[in-house]
């Protein structure tokens, strides 16, 4: 069964790598919109019979959940056998309870509605928390790809003397993973959520590494706050300016300027198009998609 990999617009680049190192057939959609807003996609590869992967990464979820949906059922109709998804950032994860009576809980919500219309999914390093594994809430088989090794590689290649800093304790276990792997210590921040857009940091002392430089690794930047708030902290406690390195960067309004303004380097993987993009992450999703074709 020959194997077809299709972007959604603005998902060509990291399509094509991934086609080009897993030597799956690179294919098309045509996309435009009607003068009402709503969207009008056609597939112009040949798909009977093929195992399709729509590749997808979900920042600004709600604008691409149709045109996405409309890929999926129109491949099938096209006599598809197989249809998955590469989502290399994962939306609506973090609502995983409900806090208040009549919320919606997206995160099982979202997981549904991908479960009905593909076979499997791969994304990378989704924002989980009291959720222990994407099987808890799709239906469908999953792949979630860890960036540790990827960060902590580009962090041994291009810091030196690096110290390993993350922003709250959900970070704890992965930016231990990365200092692991560097061999090098990490300092975990207490962050205390004041509002939407304001935080408090605390951090542990930094005896006998302020000649050390410190090395933020985060999952997600949205709004930079948490991140703006530890570098402004850093910048008072170490030598060296501090280097960011996420790996999906959403970087809403002015947060990679105001961010890039107090690092030395601010950088991210490739799962989400940005200036910032310097760590890909197409090999690993490529390897992760083959078992599933």
Known sequence: MSVVVLPLPGNEAMAQRIAEQSGFDPGRIETRHFPDGETYLRHLSPLSGRSVVLVCTLDHPDAKLVPLLFAARAARDQGARRVGLVAPYLAYMRQDRQFHDGEAVSARLFAAQLSADFDWLVTVEPHLHRISSLNDVFTIPSASIHAAPLLAKWIGKTVKNPVVIGPDQESRPWVAAVAERLNVPFLVADKTRIGDREVRIDLPEVDG????????????????RTLLELTKLLRTRFDKR????????????????????????VVSTNTVEHDSNTIDVSGEIAASVMPFC
Request: proline share 5%; net charge negative.
């Open 209 to 224: 590494a302020v000649d050390r430089t410190p090395v933020i690794v985060d999952d997600v930047v949205s709004s930079g």
């Open 242 to 265: 501090p280097v960011s390195a996420v790996v999906h960067g959403l970087f809403v309004e002015e947060a990679y300027a105001q961010l890039r303004s107090e690092c030395a380097a």
